[in-house]
């Protein structure tokens, strides 16, 4: 064989074999656990609710757990699912970890199996009746394959507008209850250098949210029958609800430029900054009328206005049908561990911690964040102090009893990855003009089958 | 004869002495590509430890993938539109900069700055920018012109944005590269040309514009390679919405593997962006070598 031959062959060989090298590389190796129930090093990555709250949450958990050192690793809601798979297919520097239910980010169909079976450590928190001291959701949501794979630490709702009180009491505006009373409202803001509504519409989740409550005007449930396969997308209600959605953008609720800006955060700027009097926001936003919360986000939104009374109202009336008040939510986020941690006895403390006893939630309840587990566990009121409680106590205590009562209606449970995405082109189409209502419920039936 | 034996054998002794780099350099790139193509041909979510197999489907997937071809033509469009436009501002700036002007290096300091600006950090400055909340339409409004900056929000004109940042940005590149290319013209040509007769504008078309042409190629076929590989910037600036119409193939191959967890999916047009990319780049290669004959 001559030289050049030799050199190409061994070249090839010498590849081949780094390629194979390099896929062994790959493969898992099974890591020793070296925590135990009371020490250990927890890294805790997440979404949500963010700095300082997280960091509040790990102080009360090391009042009885000091030798449990939890750090919080933080992402923002978009970048996490790129940022977690890669960490979790590693194996390394990932001991606990937000899910989600549904489609959303973190979604515990996608991360639950690296996740270990959580059954017997809440067994032993809480005993053998376990499910019946937890929210329903946290347990069917987080169940997969028979092992419950995440601990729910509390829920959120949507469907509900959030609205700067001083902004309408100023300027003597009806807060709105139906579609001409809302479009009213708008232009008088308007005529006074404010937008009336903001949403931002360039980010598709929260366009489900409002688009979900406009369904659930329309005809109550059709939108999670939908999503359950039990009527069609291409019903009428559904159609009538585009109809409607596309309205907003025409009748000039919507802010001019919605479909360029993101919710978070440039709508919640907008709003923190009362430069906008009205956002489609759900519980999550609770925790905005907590003084220190709310100055911390209107300083993320470079303003230097003083804390307002912001609160809660229904979505307006805007089908004309009578139906309101309706209220759709899951589990905000879960504690998972990973079945490769080198810390999984710790950060399970800490997940079943955070998930299920009566100090973690307290916690969580107080936050406002969400609304807790543990069905033991409710806000504090006496603890609790809100920027105008004389206005702000009353509605936000209605509005949260409403919220827990609200019944079968998931928010993102019930919508898997395909049919999200879907759902955002839809609507983000509709309101743009290129789809009509009645092409995108085609377009939203089609999906839903062939996901199927 | 003697002397392609002579070449070829120095070039045997010399491989042993880059072959440790070469090897874990090919190794890298060759294993991650038979690794995507491999991806390609599975339904797998990047996690699960079920992978399931389905041959070609992600490929016939993609061709009845209306989104996929939008991003092909937008893909098209804005390498089209960039190309021409930030090389045509580019040759322009460097022959300005060849004649005698004054603070000469400060303009080729201003001119260069964007290149190296990352689009992470001007990102927001242009969505802010281009937002009815910004400061194109406080101008705008102060001027009484009755202008709504919508433009990010509309299907029609969000493509148009991306591309004008694009061309804020790289012009400096296009610059830069003419500007050296035209440092290796010799002088007594374009001496010559004005012997002979041939005005500024004349010598810049016949003499300067064809002894850029290597450099010309050189931008092409980084242009296509970069426009096959956007990301960062529709990301950033839109997501590649409203609805798709700022999709790259880049941002849908991101959203396909990891919002969407459909990574053989995302594979699969993983491998049809490369196999572009090298289609491009030999049609440019071949069309060069037949302008050259």
């Given amino acids: 064989m001559k030289k050049s031959k030799v050199v190409v062959v061994s070249l090839v060989a010498l590849m081949l074999a780094m390629t194979s090298a390099l896929t062994g590389c790959g493969s898992s190796k099974k890591t020793e656990d070296t925590s135990s129930e009371t020490k250990g090093e927890v890294m805790w990555w997440g979404w949500t609710p963010g700095s300082p709250t997280n960091e509040k949450y790990i102080a ?137 509504f903001v949403q931002g519409a360039g980010q598709g989740a929260f366009n489900i949210d409002t688009f979900h409550a406009i369904a659930d005007n329309v005809s109550p449930g059709n939108f999670t029958k939908a999503t359950r396969g039990e009527i069609q997308w291409s019903d009428d209600s559904i159609v009538k609800a585009l109809e409607l959605w596309k309205g907003l953008f025409d009748d000039g609720i919507m802010q001019k430029g919605a ?32 003084p220190d919360a709310m100055k911390s986000a209107i300083e993320s939104a470079a303003s230097k206005e003083e804390p307002f009374t912001m609160i809660p109202i229904q979505f307006p009336d805007i089908a004309g049908t009578g139906n309101t008040g309706s209220m759709f939510g899951d589990l905000d986020y879960s504690t998972a561990v990973s079945a490769t941690s080198s810390n999984m006895k710790a950060a399970t403390t800490f997940a079943v911690w955070l998930g299920t006893s009566q100090s973690g939630q307290q916690i969580i309840a107080d936050s406002l964040n969400v609304v807790p587990s543990l069905k033991t566990a409710t806000p504090d009121w006496d603890n609790v102090k809100l920027v105008n409680p004389e206005q702000q106590n009353e509605p936000i205590k209605k509005y949260l009893e409403n919220a827990m009562n609200s019944g079968d209606n998931p928010r993102f449970g019930g919508i898997n990855a395909d049919m999200n995405q879907a759902l955002m082109d839809v609507l983000a189409g509709v309101a743009g003009g290129t789809i009509t209502p009645s092409n995108g419920a085609a377009q939203l039936a089609k999906t839903q089958a062939d996901s199927e | 004869m003697k002397n392609n034996y002579t070449s070829r054998s120095t070039a045997m002794n010399g491989l042993p002495w880059i072959l440790p780099a070469f090897i874990f350099v090919a190794g890298l790139i060759y294993y991650s590509i038979f690794y995507t193509f491999k991806l390609s041909t599975l339904d797998w979510n990047g996690l699960d430890p079920i992978q399931t197999t389905v041959g070609m489907n992600n490929y016939d997937k993609a061709i009845s993938d209306w989104i996929f071809w939008k991003a092909i033509k937008n893909t098209v469009v804005f390498f089209l539109v960039t190309f021409f436009i930030q090389n045509f501002l580019g040759f ?5 900069l060849h004649s005698d002007v004054k603070l000469a290096t400060l303009h080729k300091c201003l001119i260069f700055i964007p290149t190296i600006l990352a689009p992470a950090t001007m990102a927001p400055v242009f969505r802010l920018l281009f937002s009815p909340q910004g400061m194109l339409q406080d101008l705008f409004d102060t001027l009484h012109l009755g202008i709504t900056v919508d433009w990010l929000a509309s299907p029609d004109s969000a493509l148009l944005i991306l591309m004008i940042v694009t061309v804020w940005q790289f012009t400096g590149m296009s610059f830069i590269l003419y500007y050296a290319a035209m440092s290796q013209i010799d002088k007594e040509m374009l001496e010559a040309s004005h012997l002979d007769g041939a005005g500024k ?13 290597s450099t010309t190629v050189s931008l092409a076929m980084l242009g296509i390679i970069g426009a096959l590989k956007t990301f960062d910037v529709p990301y950033l600036i839109t997501t590649g919405g409203p609805n798709h119409a700022t999709e790259f193939l880049g941002t849908y191959i991101f959203k396909q593997g990891i919002r969407q967890s459909h990574l053989g999916y995302a594979a699969a047009i993983s491998v049809m962006l490369l196999l572009l990319a090298i289609c491009g780049a030999i049609l440019i290669n071949r069309a060069n070598k037949g302008g050259e004959k």
Avoid at chain 1, 84 to 107: H, I, M, Q, R
Avoid at chain 1, 261 to 278: G, I, R, V
């Fill in chain 1, 60 to 196: 009360e958990f090391n009042k009885e757990y000091p030798d449990i050192k939890v750090t919080w690793k933080q992402t923002s809601i978009d970048a996490y699912d790129a940022a977690l798979k890669p960490a979790l297919a590693n194996g390394k520097g990932v001991d606990a970890f937000e899910v989600s239910a549904g489609s959303g980010n973190g979604g515990i169909q996608v991360f639950g199996g690296q996740a270990i079976d959580l059954t017997d450590a809440v067994k032993k928190a809480l005993g053998e009746d376990y499910k019946d001291k937890l929210n329903e959701a946290s347990i069917t949501t987080m169940t997969v394959n028979g092992q419950l794979k995440a601990l729910g630490v509390g829920t959120v709702y949507s469907g509900n507008l959030w609205i700067n009180k001083d902004l309408f009491d100023k300027y003597n505006v009806k807060i709105p209850t139906n579609l001409a009373e809302w479009k009213a409202a708008c232009e008088i803001f308007e005529k006074n250098g404010i937008y009336g």
């Fill in chain 1, 259 to 290: 479909l360029g800006l993101q919710q978070y955060p440039e709508a919640n700027n907008l709003f923190m900054s009362q430069k906008a009097a009205m956002v489609m926001m759900g519980s999550w936003y609770t925790s905005n009328a907590l």
């Fill in chain 2, 92 to 96: 322009i700036f460097a022959a300005i």
């Fill in chain 2, 201 to 213: 504008f004349r010598a810049l078309l016949s003499i300067v514009l064809p002894n850029c042409k």
